[in-house]
């Protein structure tokens, strides 16, 4: 029996890549809060003045190495940083201003690249586990008499995991083929909100548990000098919710989007023209949402683009 001990020491001596950063970030911030009066003019209430120096000490070790050829493993463990700050906002006094402090991320990811058929596709994997402290999330607060405004805010604790799927493949001559699928698992650990409601257990906003998208594009030449393309995409996005209170209301139900393209272009790249539908089903779905119940009695929902038919030129010098 035979060994090849070469092979052996490629995967037990991978690639090590080790970085450090340091960071430190000051702020100067001044707030001056004005009110207009029908005919008094403007009433000055105050002004905020405070400064802020955050300083971390932000890392990464990343393992990866070749078991085979066209085939690649990694690894790593990284930390990330995000600096505080001031919120401005309808603010009546200078108590109501409550700084956030900075974010910080632990980030464990390990993951497979693989060449497929000779080169042909390729297939992308990887799992993710991301733990948070005082992650800065978006949340609703009530400023001086009936308003209310959206700010800044430190979550003690969160969480967020899942995996990424990715496939490519050119299986035809002009044809392109992809398709990604991904899996999250959001929660907030620990946040208890300014108006002392406990919200540790709910999802953070605008997370979907499932997302995916696809693409088929086909290219081949026309004429001389000319090709000619047409292509259709499509993503998915599961349910969503706009607020960290994970109001049924303020929330979005999974939906599709479609796209179409068909195209133009000189073979050197110069120019190119396209036809493109966005939303070919006209798909009605809300893009953000904020609550505004203690402001005007009501919330507010925006909705995402409606179908979209135009026409693109572009030139390249």
Not at 78 to 105: H, I, R
Not at 134 to 160: E, H, K, R, W, Y
Not at 172 to 196: N, Q, R, V
Request: proline residues 3%; charged residues 20%; negative net charge.
């Amino acid at each position: 029996h035979g060994s090849d001990k070469t092979g052996i020491l490629k995967i037990l001596n991978p690639d090590y890549d080790l970085g450090l950063r340091y960071t430190s970030e000051d702020r100067d911030f001044t707030q001056n809060a004005q009110l207009v009066e029908a005919g008094l003019g403007v009433i000055p209430l105050f002004t905020f003045e405070d400064s802020q120096t955050d300083e971390e000490v932000s890392w990464k070790l990343g393992l990866d190495y070749l078991p085979y050829e066209g085939g690649l493993l990694y690894a790593s463990i990284a930390n990330g940083f995000k600096g505080g700050g001031y919120n401005g906002g309808f603010l009546f006094d200078p108590s109501e201003q409550k700084p956030y402090d900075p974010e910080t991320v632990t980030a464990y990811e390990v993951g497979l690249k693989t060449d497929i058929a000779d080169g042909l596709a390729r297939l992308n994997a990887a799992v993710f586990y991301n733990d948070y402290q005082d992650m800065q999330i978006f949340t609703i607060v009530s400023g001086g008499g009936p308003v209310s405004f959206q700010v800044l805010d430190n979550a003690a604790n969160a969480i967020t995991k899942g995996a990424e799927l990715e496939f490519t493949a050119l299986p035809a001559d002009g044809l392109d083929l992809s398709l990604g699928l991904a899996y999250l698992d959001t929660e907030l650990k620990e946040y208890t909100s300014e108006g002392g409601l406990d919200y540790a257990g709910n999802t953070l906003v605008q997370a979907p548990e499932w997302s995916a998208n696809g693409l088929v594009r086909y290219q081949r030449p026309l004429f001389e000098g000319l090709l000619g393309s047409a292509q259709l995409d499509f993503s998915y996005q599961d349910k969503v919710y706009f607020t960290s209170d994970n109001s049924e209301i303020l929330s979005q139900d999974a939906y599709w989007l479609w796209n179409a393209r068909l195209g133009l272009e000189s073979e050197s790249g110069n120019w190119h023209a396209a036809l493109f539908v966005k939303n070919i089903s006209d798909e009605e779905y809300f893009a953000h949402g904020f609550d505004l119940a203690n402001t005007i009695g009501a919330n507010q929902l925006m909705l995402g683009a409606p179908q979209i038919v135009g026409v693109e030129v572009g030139v390249r010098y």
